[in-house]
């Protein structure tokens, strides 16, 4: 007989990671399934940490996880070919404690955060893919593994097995991800000394900056890119709708050497040593793509739920609120001998339905479908306001009205009066 | 801008762990990709370049490289002509940094 678990964990990123530490807290029997050599040996993300959701489950981690720079500046560029326009934020009070953002570097945050986990009193068990669900009738009893033994039972499976969510997709829980609700981040690690990463960002001690990015680098599609300090090394990367990407038949790391060969990307690059390339997919789709998240004996957490809030370039903190929730609906029912039923879990996402995670996505539920539907949001208006920058900036005898005049014609000439109105009450629509 | 890269020089920084003869991705009819995809979105947007067009119109992959992102999968909506798995336990791309 095959043993048997309170609770299977499948995956051990921060969504996985947040449940199995939070089963295990309570006293659970729990199993966590991690098909890397390590945690986060196959993770990937464009790696800021906000400490708020992390420091709801270990409020102390700042004693121990590994950290790389909290954040104290962050920059918007709005790029054209050979210029951006942007705006800067950097305050004092970010560099004080407790720091409220941090680079991390995943494939060592993740074994931290793993490590909390067992402490706690989780089983993990690494090199271990999940293939398949084991199912009675519709009700989920376990997964089938490509280890020896193969099959695992548990009275509830939570998946954490990230973006591309095969395994409810597998057992027919949701259709196959679209094209449309997901973006291809490719991004490089380039390493430098510290005194190089300091200087060329104006920053000291454990102080970081990000920059995002967006504009004529996406070539069209939607998308942005970014570009952030670690403690001896930068990342950049930059992402794309999967749609986009088809639809232009364009290559992602060329797309990401040419980013990295604009005029004002290079320098704050050059020297660096790159050591890693990375690809990934983020679940984009937003508030309409979300899929069922619980079923009998099944609960979804994290990017294999959609639960990524592309406007504000969060994604782990909604993983780890999520696994939180997920988990404590199982300690509640099982503190009131109720069985996980659909109905006994559709608490699951009452919770989420309460929290941030579903109400910030909920808020932004148009804006896919207008970036989708009006690509000059990435191409015309980066260069418009580059060039207006460009023309009131170049002093060469002409007088400042004349030039405001020159600036608000190319743009009715580029937009149209309406063509601006349109675009300006669609996002305001979007955003509302 | 001449920034064209092989993407060879970029997978060469990262670690993998190949599950030799064992391809965790396979297209299932080679046919279809010739007949019927005229675009063959695949060979240009898998990030790590595993997918190759032939001259005689035929598309090779080879997964040594995978970065196990999924887009090859997601990308073929037209024909779900893959057959996607995440590598055996402990194989494939095992990344230094993340």
């Known amino acids: ?432 | 801008m001449s920034t064209h890269v092989k993407v060879e020089e970029k997978l060469f920084q990262n670690r993998y762990r190949v599950d030799g003869g064992r391809p965790h991705i396979q297209i299932k009819d080679a046919e279809v990709c010739v007949s019927q995809c005229g675009t063959q979105p695949c060979t240009v947007c898998c990030p790590a370049g595993c997918y190759t067009q032939e001259n005689n119109g035929r598309v090779v992959l080879i997964t040594d490289g995978c970065l196990e992102c999924g887009t090859c999968r997601i990308i073929c909506d037209d024909f779900r002509n893959v057959t996607w798995e995440y590598p055996r336990g402990g194989y494939g791309v095992l990344f230094k940094f993340g």
């Not at chain 1, 954040?71 to 407790?98: A, C």
């Not at chain 1, 991390?104 to 089983?123: H, L, N, P, T």
């Not at chain 1, 291809?184 to 390493?191: D, G, N, T």
Request: glycine share 8%; hydrophobic share 40%.
């Open chain 1, 1 to 432: 007989m095959a043993e048997k678990f309170d609770a299977i964990v499948v995956g051990a990123g921060p969504s996985g990671n947040a449940a199995a530490y939070t089963l295990a807290k309570a006293g659970m029997k729990v199993l966590q399934l991690e098909r890397g050599e390590y945690p986060g040996s196959k993770n990937v993300q464009g790696a800021i940490l906000y400490a708020d959701a992390l420091e709801k489950i270990i409020p102390d981690f700042r004693d121990d996880a590994p950290l790389e720079r909290h954040i104290i500046e962050q920059r918007m560029w709005v790029l054209d070919d050979e210029s951006y326009i942007g705006t800067h934020y950097r305050s004092d009070d970010f560099n004080k404690p407790p720091y409220n953002r941090y680079t991390i570097i995943r494939a060592q945050f993740d074994k931290w955060f793993s490590e909390k986990v067992q402490e706690a009193g989780a089983m993990l068990i690494c090199e271990t893919t999940v293939s398949d669900l084991l199912m009675d009738g519709k009700r989920v009893i376990g997964v089938q593994t490509d280890r020896l033994g193969g099959e695992i039972y548990a009275d509830i499976v939570i998946l954490a097995d990230g973006v591309n969510s095969l395994l409810a997709t597998k057992a027919g829980f949701h259709p196959e991800i679209e094209p449309k609700n997901v973006a291809l981040a490719v991004k490089e690690i380039h390493f430098m000394p510290q005194e190089t990463v300091e200087a060329r960002f104006n920053v000291q001690g454990d102080a970081g900056v990000v920059i995002e990015m967006a504009g004529k680098i996406t070539q069209g599609m939607m998308g942005t890119g970014f570009l952030y300090t670690n403690k001896e090394s930068l990342t950049i990367g930059v992402g794309c709708m999967l749609s986009d990407l088809k639809k232009q038949k364009i290559s992602p790391y060329q797309l990401l050497e040419q980013m990295k060969a604009h005029p004002s990307i290079a320098p704050i690059l050059e020297g660096g040593e790159m050591k890693e390339y990375t690809a990934h997919l983020i679940p984009e789709g937003g508030y309409k793509a979300i899929p069922q998240v619980f079923g009998d004996g099944w609960m979804i957490v994290g990017d294999a739920a959609m639960f990524v809030n592309a406007m504000h370039r969060e994604g782990s903190n909604l993983a780890m609120t999520s696994g939180c929730f997920a988990a404590e609906t199982v300690i509640e029912l099982a503190d009131k001998q109720k069985p996980f039923t659909a109905k006994n879990l559709a608490r699951y996402r009452e919770k989420l339905d309460a929290s941030f995670v579903i109400k910030d996505l909920k808020k932004y539920k148009n804006m896919p479908d207008v970036f989708h539907a009006n690509s000059q949001f990435f191409t015309t208006y980066p260069e418009m306001l580059n060039q207006a920058a460009h023309k009131m900036l170049t002093v060469d005898g002409v007088d400042k009205k004349t030039k405001e005049k020159q600036i608000m014609a190319n743009f009715k000439h580029r937009r149209s009066l309406f063509g601006l109105m349109g675009d300006a009450l669609k996002l305001w629509r979007a955003f509302e």
